[in-house]
C-alpha cells in the first residue's frame, strides 16, 4: 500500500463475531456479469503505450498512479492520479489510488501493459464492511479485473502480485520509474535494484528515471485528435462557468467577501460540468488582480474596479482549459482602465500571430513583449534615457518587466502547466508544431502603491488568456467564443445580466 497512513481511531470497534460476518455477506442481489464497453480512449492510450515500448526497448517501466494523501486525520485529499498513469491509461477521475501500470518487456520485442490495482473486494471480506477508506460499504464499488481488462483492452492483475512481477529478472533487466508519482514504490525499485546489481550506479539509475519522466512529459505536447477533443469539452465547460460568473456579480457585490462568492459559483459549474476545477482558480478584484496567483479569494468585489478571473474546468479525462478574463464589476470599462485594457489586448492578438508551425515558442512571448514594451515606452515609464531597444535586450535589458514579470504562454493539456519537465532547448526554444495546444496570456499590473506607475493606473491589473491549438498554417484560438475586446466584453456582460441566470 502506497496511500499515506491515516490515523486509526482506537475507540472504534467493528463487530467480528463469524455469525456477524455471516449476516453482512448474506443477502445481497447478484452483481451481474454484462461486459462494460471498451472506453473511446482506449486504442489512444494503445498507442501511446506502443510509442514508450519503442522508446525503452528491453526495460521494464513502472508508472504508478499514486496514492492517498492524508488531508487531516483520517480524512483524504481528493485523489488525483498522475498524469503519466492517467495518459498511458485512459484512466482519469475513475482511477484507483495504489494503482500502477507496469510495461514488462517480452522476449520476442516489445512490451506487456499489466495494470496492477485494488480490485472490488468480495462481499464475505472484512473490507466490504469495515474498511472505512477502500471497503464499498463506505467509498462505493471499484472495478473487478474483468471490468478493467474489458473497458481498457489491457491485462489488470491484483496489486498484491506487484512485488514479484517488479524483482522478476531484475538483474538482466533495466528497471525504470516515473519516481515523483510515488515515492514509497521507488524506493521498493531501489531495493530491487540494490539486490539484483549491489555494485550499480545509483545516481545512473535515478538519472534514468529522470529521463524517462522528461519523456513521458514531452510525449504530451502533440496531442491527438481524441485530447484536442477533450479539451474543446474543457473549454466549453468554462465558457459556461465564466457566464454564471457575470450573472452573479450583483451579488458579489453585495454580499462582500465577493472573490470567494465568485470562486465558489465558478466551482459549481466546474463539479457539475467537469471533475472539478483544473487549479485553484484566481478571483482577484481591484488591486487583487496585481498578485499575479491570488488564490486566496478573501476580497470584496467593488463597483468601480475590475476583477479579474483566471479558472478552468478539468474534465473527468483530466484535461482542462485554462482562462483569464478581466472584466468590469459594473459592466463598463472607465478610461484608464480601457486604455491598459487595450494595450494587453493588442499584446495578445501579436502572440497569437505567432503562432504558427516553423516558429519557435518563444516567439509568441517576444512578439507579445514587444508591444507590452513599446506601450510603456510611449507612455512614459521606462527610465529617463531607456529606449525601447535597451529594454527589449534579453541580457541587459528588461525595465518593462516590472509591469509584465511572467511569460506570455504555456503548454496546456491534462496539466495546467503541461510538459514542464522539458528541458529548456526542447521548451522555450522548441518548435511549434501542428496538435500542440497552448495559451497566449500577456497583462499589465499597476500595483496600488507603485509610485512610478500613473496615479490613474494604479490598483489596475488586466491579463487576457486564451487557449489557442497550432495547426497546419497557423492557429485556433479554441476559446474564441469568450468575448474579448473591450466593447464586446461590455456586450457580453450586459447580455447575460439581462437574460437568466447562466
Not at 504508478?64 to 492517467?86: C, E, I, M, Q
Not at 538483474?171 to 524506493?187: F, H, N, Q, W, Y
Not at 495559451?439 to 494604479?458: G, H, I, M, Q, S
Request: hydrophobic letters at 40%; proline letters at 6%; a negative charge.
Amino acid at each position: 500500500m502506497t496511500s499515506d497512513e491515516q490515523v486509526k481511531a482506537s475507540h472504534r470497534n467493528t463487530p467480528t463475531s463469524e455469525e456477524f460476518r455471516a449476516f453482512i455477506a448474506s443477502g445481497w442481489a447478484d452483481r451481474g456479469t454484462t461486459p462494460v464497453p471498451r472506453a473511446e480512449v482506449a486504442d489512444y492510450a494503445a498507442r501511446r503505450r506502443a510509442a514508450l515500448s519503442r522508446q525503452y526497448p528491453g526495460e521494464r517501466i513502472i508508472i504508478p498512479a499514486g496514492g492517498l494523501k492524508v488531508r487531516s486525520n483520517d480524512t483524504d485529499y481528493p485523489f488525483r492520479p498522475h498524469t503519466a498513469f492517467a495518459y498511458l491509461t485512459g484512466l482519469g477521475a475513475d482511477s484507483e489510488p495504489d494503482s500502477v501500470l507496469v510495461l514488462d518487456p517480452k522476449s520476442d520485442g516489445g512490451h506487456e501493459a499489466v495494470l496492477f490495482f485494488r480490485p472490488l473486494a468480495p462481499r464475505d471480506s472484512e473490507e466490504f464492511f469495515a474498511d472505512s477508506r477502500f471497503g464499498e460499504f463506505w467509498v462505493g464499488p471499484r472495478p473487478t479485473i474483468d471490468d478493467l481488462e474489458s473497458r481498457l483492452g489491457i491485462s489488470a492483475r491484483h496489486i498484491d502480485s506487484l512485488p514479484d512481477v517488479l524483482a522478476k529478472n531484475a538483474g538482466p533487466t533495466p528497471v525504470r520509474v516515473v519516481r515523483a508519482a510515488d515515492g514509497l514504490l521507488a524506493d521498493l525499485v531501489d531495493r530491487i535494484r540494490s539486490q539484483a546489481e549491489p555494485s550499480a550506479s545509483v545516481p545512473d539509475q535515478h538519472e534514468a528515471d529522470e529521463e524517462l519522466a522528461r519523456h513521458l512529459s514531452g510525449m504530451r505536447i502533440v496531442k491527438d485528435e481524441w485530447e484536442v477533443g477533450e479539451m474543446r469539452r474543457a473549454i466549453a465547460a468554462t465558457h459556461q462557468g465564466f457566464e454564471a460568473i457575470i450573472a452573479g456579480l450583483p451579488e458579489a457585490v453585495r454580499k462582500g467577501r465577493g472573490e470567494r462568492w465568485v470562486e465558489g459559483l465558478f466551482g459549481l459549474y466546474a463539479r457539475h460540468e467537469g471533475n472539478g476545477v483544473g487549479y485553484e482558480s484566481i478571483c482577484a478584484s481591484g488591486d487583487h488582480a496585481n498578485t499575479i496567483h491570488w488564490t486566496k479569494n478573501t476580497g470584496p468585489v467593488r463597483e468601480g474596479d475590475l476583477i479579474l478571473v483566471d479558472a478552468g474546468v478539468e474534465v473527468d479525462s483530466l484535461y482542462t482549459a485554462d482562462i483569464t478574463r478581466t472584466l468590469p464589476v459594473t459592466g463598463r470599462f472607465t478610461e484608464p482602465q480601457r486604455k491598459i485594457y487595450e494595450a494587453v489586448l493588442e499584446a495578445q492578438q501579436a502572440g497569437m500571430a505567432a503562432v504558427k508551425p516553423g516558429n519557435k515558442f518563444s516567439d509568441i512571448h517576444a512578439a507579445a513583449n514587444q508591444v507590452i514594451a513599446t506601450r510603456l515606452h510611449e507612455w512614459g515609464l521606462l527610465p529617463d534615457g531607456v529606449t525601447l531597444e535597451q529594454t527589449l535586450d534579453r541580457e541587459n535589458g528588461g525595465w518593462h518587466r516590472r509591469w509584465m514579470v511572467h511569460g506570455t504562454s504555456h503548454h496546456l493539456g491534462m496539466d495546467v502547466h503541461d510538459c514542464q519537465m522539458l528541458l529548456r532547448q526542447d521548451y522555450m526554444d522548441g518548435e511549434l508544431k501542428p496538435g500542440m495546444i497552448l495559451t497566449v496570456e500577456p497583462a499589465l499590473y499597476f500595483k496600488a502603491d507603485d509610485l512610478l506607475a500613473p496615479e490613474e493606473f494604479r490598483g489596475i491589473g488586466v491579463r487576457i488568456e486564451d487557449n489557442v491549438l497550432v495547426t497546419e498554417d497557423g492557429y485556433e484560438n479554441l476559446s474564441s467564443a469568450m468575448p474579448r475586446t473591450p466593447d464586446d466584453v461590455e456586450a457580453w456582460i450586459a447580455r447575460v445580466q439581462s437574460g437568466p441566470a447562466a
